[in-house]
């Protein structure tokens, strides 16, 4: 099998299940008991809360655990919004973002009337931070854009968005999602004051995840309940996700740059062999500011969910845009943002590497990806007629 859908999920390393384990079991307490074994556990979540932080280059207490990168939007996004409303009715987020933000904005939009402006994008799939500051009324009290794309894998400006939320006195937020663990993260320097990151995009188990939120910075809790992190994410706490979420930050840290050269070289090789082979194709995303490990593509006059269906014949796992996106008709918002057209953007394909692909994984893809399209284009009426 070759995986190459590592922007979906990807396995949790070895070291973060081991490290996990014992919490399952032997050290199953619940964090706010009062005997021994539950403040040595309570202990070990606030080691976890420093590993998050120290990842971000964040304070402890400016992390609260969610269950993943949804809940964390959903958090920042509807909790600024609930907070203050009596003070701005108005968002500013793009047409690319996860839907984990969009439709979360789509419901504060029917639910409570907000108004949000859905930025565009260029054909990169670039957000211009002028658009952003031409969009600013005196009723916006929230912007959020991702830090980077998890269908196309271009990198936003989130520095310079953050400095004119700043100059402006708006909350920011950045779903982080597909950046955290994958590149250095300052939030100081990204002028943030919610970061959204989940464990299972890097390495770490899947149903945990993390918000950073600046300190001082206010929200009102979507959940009500117990103290649990400060009453702000209330419930038992996920202790062996939380445990695994920290020890992914660490391995992250240590390994994120000889990760970042290794992926790029092999989806630099894999582009180059792609763009020779298949006439017909374009590149999605930009050509610099795009993850290391992300190639999203469009082969006209192909169906992605054919090419996937014969990829995976081959073992290859790949996507043909956001998981979320896979299984319905519609093609991916994403694209059709960028202004590609309905019937090439139905041809999208996306490979995202991880730290376990191989040189053999690349040469495999690259060789048989170009015999599919060509099979798959013969019994295309569209490739015969053109
Ligand atoms: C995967 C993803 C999410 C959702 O995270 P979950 O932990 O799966 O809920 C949000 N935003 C982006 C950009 C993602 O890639």
């Known amino acids: 099998m070759i995986y190459l859908d590592h922007n979906a999920t990807t396995p949790?390393?070895?070291?973060?299940?081991?490290?996990?384990?014992?919490?399952?079991?032997?050290?199953?307490?619940?964090?706010?008991?009062?005997?021994?074994?539950?403040?040595?556990?309570?202990?070990?979540?606030?080691?976890?809360?420093?590993?998050?932080?120290?990842?971000?280059?964040?304070?402890?207490?400016?992390?609260?655990?969610?269950?993943?990168?949804?809940?964390?939007?959903?958090?920042?996004?509807?909790g600024t919004c609930l907070l203050k409303k009596n003070k701005g009715s108005h968002i500013i987020t793009s047409l690319i973002e996860h839907h984990a933000v969009l439709n979360t904005c789509k419901f504060l939009e029917k639910q409570f009337g907000f108004n949000v402006t859905y930025l565009p994008v260029d054909k990169y799939g670039l957000v211009d931070p002028d658009d952003v500051k031409k969009a600013i009324t005196d009723e916006t009290i929230l912007i959020s854009i991702m830090a980077a794309n998890n269908e196309i894998g271009?990198?936003?400006?989130?520095?310079?968005?953050?400095?004119?939320?700043?100059?402006?006195?708006?909350?920011?937020?950045?779903?982080?999602?597909?950046?955290?663990g994958k590149?250095?993260?300052?939030?100081?320097?990204?002028?943030?004051?919610?970061?959204?990151?989940?464990?299972?995009?890097?390495?770490?188990?899947?149903?945990?995840?993390?918000?950073?939120?600046?300190k001082g910075v206010k929200f009102r809790p979507i959940t009500y309940g117990g103290h649990q992190e400060r009453g702000l994410r209330p419930g038992t706490e996920n202790v062996p996700g939380i445990i695994g979420l920290g020890k992914a930050c660490e391995i992250a840290e240590n390994l994120m740059a000889e990760d970042a050269s290794k992926e790029k070289e092999l989806r630099d090789l894999l582009e180059?062999?792609?763009?020779?082979?298949?006439p017909e194709m374009i590149v999605n995303g930009h050509p610099e500011k795009r993850l290391y490990n992300t190639l999203n593509i469009c082969v006209k006059y192909v169906e992605?969910?054919?090419?996937?269906?014969?990829?995976?014949?081959?073992?290859?796992?790949?996507?043909?845009?956001?998981?979320?996106?896979?299984?319905?008709?519609?093609?991916?918002?994403?694209?059709?943002?960028?202004?590609?057209?309905?019937?090439?953007?139905?041809?999208?394909?996306?490979?995202?590497?991880?730290?376990?692909?191989?040189l053999a994984d690349i040469e495999k893809t690259a060789e048989v990806l170009p015999k599919i399209v060509e099979k798959l284009r013969k019994m295309s009426p569209f490739w015969d007629k053109k």
């Open 272 to 278: 180059k062999k792609l763009v020779e082979n298949i």
């Open 154 to 180: 271009t990198i936003e400006p989130i520095e310079e968005i953050g400095r004119i939320a700043k100059e402006n006195d708006i909350i920011f937020h950045c779903d982080g999602v597909q950046v955290a």
């Open 183 to 214: 590149l250095p993260i300052s939030v100081k320097q990204l002028n943030v004051d919610f970061f959204s990151l989940s464990a299972h995009k890097f390495y770490g188990p899947k149903g945990i995840g993390a918000l950073y939120v600046r």
């Open 304 to 358: 992605g969910e054919s090419m996937l269906l014969h990829l995976d014949m081959e073992g290859i796992c790949a996507s043909s845009g956001s998981a979320c996106t896979s299984g319905s008709l519609e093609p991916s918002h994403v694209l059709l943002a960028l202004g590609i057209p309905h019937e090439i953007a139905h041809g999208s394909l996306r490979f995202s590497l991880g730290r376990a692909n191989t």
């Open 12 to 78: 949790c390393d070895a070291a973060v299940v081991e490290e996990m384990k014992k919490w399952h079991t032997e050290m199953f307490f619940n964090p706010s008991s009062i005997y021994q074994p539950s403040q040595e556990t309570k202990q070990a979540i606030e080691k976890a809360r420093s590993q998050v932080a120290k990842m971000l280059d964040a304070s402890s207490d400016e992390i609260i655990f969610t269950s993943g990168g949804t809940e964390s939007n959903n958090i920042a996004i509807t």
